[in-house]
């Protein structure tokens, strides 16, 4: 059985059951700040959730033009 930071390291690529890489990918949910997606492992029948967290935005559009197009994952600071 993976951990989940093992699982995270093969970002998800493969079943933490069994090690098979034959999965099939539900529809994407969300909830606030994160998201999650139903993945199924075609060899074994596990069913998991994949979990994903919110992180920040990107390509930011106002009235047809691109303002502020921060890079997910930096903490830029808020101007206050
Ligand atoms: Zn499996």
Redesign the pocket.
Known sequence: MLSNDQYVEKIGAE?P??H?ENLSMGKMQTDADFAWMEVE?L??K?LRNDVYNLVGYSSLMVKGKYTFVPEPGTSEKKNV
């Open positions: 079943c059951n069994c098979s492992c060899d074994c596990a």
